[in-house]
């Protein structure tokens, strides 16, 4: 439970930092920008001036304080607001929260009694997380007035309507801003998440609080992939202990990851439904996206937001995009290949050795190109990651989604690629099962080595030796979660893929996700800054790319009972037979699959009745309120005349 002082505001919410070299004046008029009053141009906007709201509703920033701070960097402010401020901030967010009915509404400082768990004057009726969110929306949302440029630097442009925060930002006058944490909710939450051994599940309502919706989903799913995987797990185990050698008879299991890989995703989107609508982002209204601070462009008008700003043409994105960046990806792809092929070569020379000298020692070696291979991969995806991020910023998109989106589209291709590539060539044009389980094994064991030790036992090594320099070079990932992600995108495609020649993949992954989350759990609490909370009603674009994934599922596990002898041996006279059923049946459950995601509805039955109910009460308000008006401004008119 956060503080709050004898004149109504909270403990410090967020943290300013500038460069220590800035200029005083630049300093002096950011601090006056921040705590203008409402009616004053400041920080509060697009507010309805009636009675019940604050008149002057300023944030509070103070510097830090220390003096050991002030010596290294004199530019680091506190800011926080009073109650009502923050209460205001959440009606021009649109924040859900609960109704004294028990229905998701959201918030009005009109109505603000007829909400569940408010009290008094509301303190504590936010969480610390959702008041860090419209501080910091406040903040972005601070634009120019008649500034043509930043108080001490002329190169720094201003215009009326720009967003000062990310001229800021832009111009590296501002280095960072990131929300405080609470050491006492931050120890509970510890507690609660991974400091006691439990059979229980994740306290997802407390991450939420604390961290907000969108690393709560990602938790959410992480613990739900996990469960998921268990019935094929224990299947897997029952698999390898009486049929192990047999690979003629993987035909069941590959059509168990048919209907698993498509049933799990269907019912992840009902889940992720509920969490959302439990937590108020289903329905929320989007906040308007500002241009990136790196966005550059020549200075126009837009016609949707009435500003000034600046503005790039289209086709020049797409030049930089076809033109530069999709041959770029290209190469990458085409030297991805060009490793793999030496992979093969190495595998070659290990298998001749061993055929020419089967000892146990040579024995040894034919893992070892896998291996190596296995750690090459890390390192490209690695390289490439970096590469990709320099190429999405130098296409100079206007709006973050958009970065984002393009981001994660190279950095999937190429990361399916060079993860499965080998995979699909040993399966398909080698069709050589020993190989391709053996290959499967030593790259998903590898690869979760390599994971464990950068996310359980290095950050557990650093917290131990307490080396606080090294732990404050380590910076809070911009991408939010895009790496955990992007892992477990990997993991499912292990899975879904080729599982059905190695089942014992799912075992390890599923030890794998345990692991995971206790150490992805430490890192949030104890080395990486408290990130921003991040409104998400779903994993975005994520969704897209497991489902891309189990559609190439079906694809590959129909393709590999195709090749099995067990159905080759009902066509032993027609190859074009076997593989016109083959591919009759693929399209099959290719259309079962999205029939089924056509029927299944993503949001269950008494949430859309919910939603629907609201949708109702929100238009008979509007009409009342349309009624109460229209005679009002009829008789004002009367009188004027």
């Known amino acids: 439970m956060m503080k709050v002082s004898g004149n109504g505001f909270c403990s410090p919410l967020v943290v300013v930092v500038l460069s220590p070299d800035t200029k005083e004046e630049t300093v002096a008029w950011l601090l006056r920008r921040m705590r203008e009053?409402?009616?004053?141009?400041?920080?509060?906007?697009?507010?309805l001036m009636i009675k019940d709201l604050p008149k002057s509703a300023e944030l509070l920033v103070d510097p830090l304080g220390s003096k050991v701070e002030e010596k290294e960097n004199p530019n680091i402010f506190l800011v926080t607001a009073s109650w009502q401020r923050l209460l205001t901030g959440a009606e021009d967010l649109g924040l859900f929260k609960e109704f004294n009915d028990g229905s998701m509404r959201s918030f009005t400082f009109i109505n603000r009694h007829n909400f569940k768990e408010f009290h008094g004057d509301g303190d504590g009726f936010l969480s610390m997380a959702e008041c860090q969110y419209i501080i910091k929306h406040e903040l972005e949302t601070l634009r120019a007035k008649d500034e043509t440029h930043v108080p001490g630097y002329a190169q720094a442009k201003l215009y009326p309507g720009k967003s000062i925060i990310r001229r800021l930002q832009s111009k590296k006058i501002m280095i960072q801003m990131f929300p405080l944490h609470d050491k006492e909710e931050l120890k509970r939450l510890s507690f609660k998440w991974y400091k006691k051994v439990k059979t229980s599940?994740?306290?997802?309502?407390?991450?939420?609080?604390?961290?907000?919706?969108?690393?709560?989903?990602?938790?959410?799913?992480?613990?739900?992939?996990?469960?998921?995987?268990?019935?094929?797990?224990?299947?897997?185990?029952?698999?390898?202990?009486f049929d192990w050698e047999n690979y003629d008879k993987y035909v069941f299991f590959a059509v168990f990851n048919l209907i698993w890989c498509t049933v799990i995703l269907e019912l992840w989107k009902r889940c992720s439904a509920s969490l959302a609508y439990h937590w108020g982002t289903l329905s929320r209204k989007k906040v308007f996206e500002e241009p990136r601070p790196g966005f550059h462009?020549?200075?126009?008008?837009?016609?949707?937001?009435?500003?000034?700003?600046?503005?790039?043409?289209?086709?020049?994105?797409?030049?930089?995009?076809?033109?530069?960046?999709?041959?770029?990806v290209l190469l990458c792809l085409y030297l991805s290949l060009y490793v793999m092929m030496i992979y093969f070569q190495m595998e070659g020379w290990a298998l001749m050795l061993y055929d020419k000298d089967p000892t146990f020692c040579t024995k040894l070696f034919l893992y070892i190109p896998g291996i190596i291979y296995a750690v090459v991969i890390e390192i490209m995806n690695l390289i490439y990651r970096y590469a990709a991020e320099f190429l999405t910023e130098w296409e100079n998109h206007r709006l973050e989604s958009s970065y984002q989106n393009h981001l994660v589209l190279k950095v999937l291709v190429f990361n399916f690629l060079n993860c499965f590539a080998s995979l699909f060539y040993i399966a398909f044009i080698m069709q050589d099962l020993v190989l391709l389980r053996q290959n499967l094994a030593t790259l998903l064991i590898t690869s979760q080595i390599i994971n464990q030790f950068m996310e359980a036992f290095l950050p557990y090594w650093l917290q131990r030796g307490r080396n606080k320099m090294m732990m404050m070079e380590i910076p809070l990932n911009e991408q939010g979660t895009f790496d955990d992600y992007l892992e477990l995108f990997l993991l499912f495609g292990y899975i879904s893929l080729f599982s059905s020649v190695y089942p014992l993949a799912a075992v390890l992954v599923v030890l794998n996700n345990i692991t995971e989350i206790y150490s992805d759990a430490f890192k949030m609490c104890n080395l990486y800054k408290r990130p921003f909370s991040d409104p998400a009603a779903n994993i975005g674009i994520w969704q897209l790319a497991f489902e891309a994934m189990s559609v190439i599922a079906i694809v590959t596990n129909c393709t590999l009972i195709g090749m099995s002898p067990q159905v080759r041996a009902y066509f032993p006279d027609s190859e074009m037979h076997l593989m016109l059923w083959t591919v009759a049946i693929e399209h099959g459950l290719l259309a079962f699959?999205?029939?089924?995601?056509?029927?299944?509805?993503?949001?269950?039955?008494?949430?859309?009745?919910?939603?629907?109910?609201?949708?109702?009460?929100?238009?008979?308000?509007?009409?009342?309120?349309?009624?109460?008006?229209?005679?009002?401004?009829?008789?004002?008119?009367?009188?004027k005349e």
């Open 297 to 328: 462009g020549i200075l126009g008008f837009n016609p949707v937001t009435g500003r000034e700003e600046p503005l790039y043409p289209n086709y020049k994105r797409q030049l930089r995009i076809y033109l530069v960046s999709l041959p770029f």
């Open 201 to 241: 599940l994740q306290p997802l309502d407390n991450i939420r609080h604390y961290f907000g919706e969108g690393l709560a989903l990602y938790f959410a799913f992480l613990e739900y992939f996990t469960m998921a995987l268990v019935p094929l797990a224990l299947l897997g185990l029952l698999y390898c202990q």
């Open 37 to 47: 009053k409402q009616q004053d141009g400041g920080t509060l906007t697009g507010l």
């Open 593 to 639: 699959k999205f029939i089924v995601a056509f029927l299944v509805p993503d949001i269950p039955k008494h949430i859309r009745i919910n939603l629907a109910r609201l949708d109702f009460e929100s238009m008979e308000a509007l009409k009342k309120k349309k009624m109460f008006e229209f005679p009002v401004m009829r008789r004002v008119a009367g009188e």
